[in-house]
C-alpha cells in the first residue's frame, strides 16, 4: 500500500517515505471517523480521501482518483491462496453455501468480477450496503440472512480477531482466525468434512 501511495504520489509532490505513509495510514486509519458511525459509506470516497491526505499529505483530487481508482483493479489485489478456485467449486459441489463479509466500499462487487471469482460465492454482505461493519453482528446476520442459514451453522473465517473472531461469535457463528486457526483454503474445506 503504502508503495502504492508513494509511486502514484510522485507526479503530485508526495515526499514522504513508504514507512512514514505506512505510519500515518496505520495513525488515521485507527482513528475514530467522525463523518459517520460508518467508515464505508456508498463508494466510500470521503473516508478515504480523509486516508489519502492523511497519509501522503497530499490532497490533490487528481491523486486521490488515480489511486481511488487503480484499487477497483485487479491490479491491486490478488489471491492469497493458488487453490482457491479449485476450493470454492468443490465446496459449492458439495452443497456448501459461501459468502463473504466484508468491511468495504461498493468497489467490491466489481473488484470480485475484475478478479474473475465473484462467481464463487452465494452472498456478499459488503458494510457499505449493509450499514453495519465488523465487529457489529448484524453484518454477519445479514450475511447468514442472504445464505439462508442460521448463525449456529456457520462458520466465518478471517484473519482479525477483534473485527472478524469476535464479531461473528457475537452473531452466534463459529469463528476460524486466518493464519493461526487455518491456513489454506484447503484446510478450511477439511475442517468442514469436504475433501479436495
Known amino acids: 500500500m503504502a508503495q502504492i501511495y508513494r509511486s502514484i504520489g510522485e507526479k503530485y509532490g508526495v515526499k514522504y517515505s513508504e514507512d512514514e505513509i505506512l505510519h500515518r495510514y496505520r495513525r488515521a486509519y485507527d482513528q475514530p471517523w467522525g463523518r459517520s458511525r460508518l467508515r464505508y459509506v ?3 470516497r470521503p473516508f478515504w480521501q480523509y486516508i ?6 497530499c490532497s490533490d483530487a487528481q491523486y486521490f482518483e488515480e489511486l481511488y ?8 489485489w490478488h489471491l492469497c491462496d493458488p487453490d482457491a478456485e479449485k476450493v470454492f467449486k468443490a465446496l459449492r459441489k458439495a452443497g456448501v453455501k459461501l459468502g463473504v463479509v466484508s468491511n468495504f466500499d461498493t468497489r467490491l462487487r466489481p473488484l470480485l468480477q475484475a478478479l474473475n471469482c465473484d462467481n464463487w460465492f452465494d452472498a456478499l454482505a459488503v458494510s ?3 450499514e453495519a461493519e465488523k465487529p457489529n453482528p448484524t453484518i454477519f446476520l445479514k450475511a447468514c440472512d442472504l445464505l439462508g442459514v442460521e448463525p449456529e451453522d456457520a462458520v466465518h473465517v478471517g484473519d482479525d480477531r477483534r473485527n472478524d473472531i469476535w464479531g461473528a461469535r457475537d452473531a452466534g457463528c463459529d469463528a476460524w482466525l486466518w493464519g493461526s486457526d487455518v491456513h489454506s483454503f484447503k484446510e478450511v474445506a477439511q475442517r468442514i468434512g469436504v475433501w479436495v
Open 52 to 57: 489519502v491526505s492523511h497519509s501522503t499529505g
Open 69 to 76: 481508482n487503480y484499487y477497483t483493479t485487479d491490479k491491486a
Open 128 to 130: 457499505a450496503e449493509v
Open 42 to 44: 456508498n463508494d466510500g
